[in-house]
Nanobody
Framework: QVQLVESGGGLVQAGGSLRLSCAAS????????MGWFRQAPGKEREFVAA????????WYTDSVQGRSTISRDNAKNMVYLQMNSLKPEDTAVYYC????????????????WGQGTQVTVSS
């Protein structure tokens, strides 16, 4: 049974930092591109970042580019999202996801999803 479990969310003041973690099990982790998505109240789910299954290439949405870093540790089946200089507009539930597709920035391309972790940034 495939499981993706997020952790590391919380309440932080604007300008602060958080490191989100995602623990994967039940799948051949190295074969999957891993992504982070978020959903804020009243908004649709949006792509945040992804990291490839092969050469470690990364992609970011413009709103987090330069402030965030996605990484993975295949030996531990872990994916991370380091977020710095957080802004109130970063407030959302953050989801970890896994896909065998090359369409990394579309939620519909992802095969598995975690339950999410709440990030709240106060102003």
């Amino acid at each position: 049974q495939v499981q993706l479990v997020e952790s590391g969310g919380g309440l932080v003041q604007a300008g602060g930092s958080l490191r989100l973690s995602c623990a994967a099990s039940g799948l051949t982790f190295r074969l999957y591109t891993m992504g982070w998505f978020r959903q804020a109240p009243g908004k649709e789910r949006e792509f945040v970042a992804a990291i490839s299954r092969s050469d470690g290439s990364t992609w970011y949405t413009d709103s987090v580019q330069g402030r965030s870093t996605i990484s993975r540790d295949n030996a531990k089946n872990m994916v991370y999202l380091q977020m710095n200089s957080l802004k109130p507009e970063d407030t959302a539930v953050y989801y970890c996801a896994a896909t065998i597709s090359t369409h990394y920035n579309y939620g519909s391309s992802y095969n598995y999803w975690g339950q999410g972790t709440q990030v709240t940034v106060s102003s």
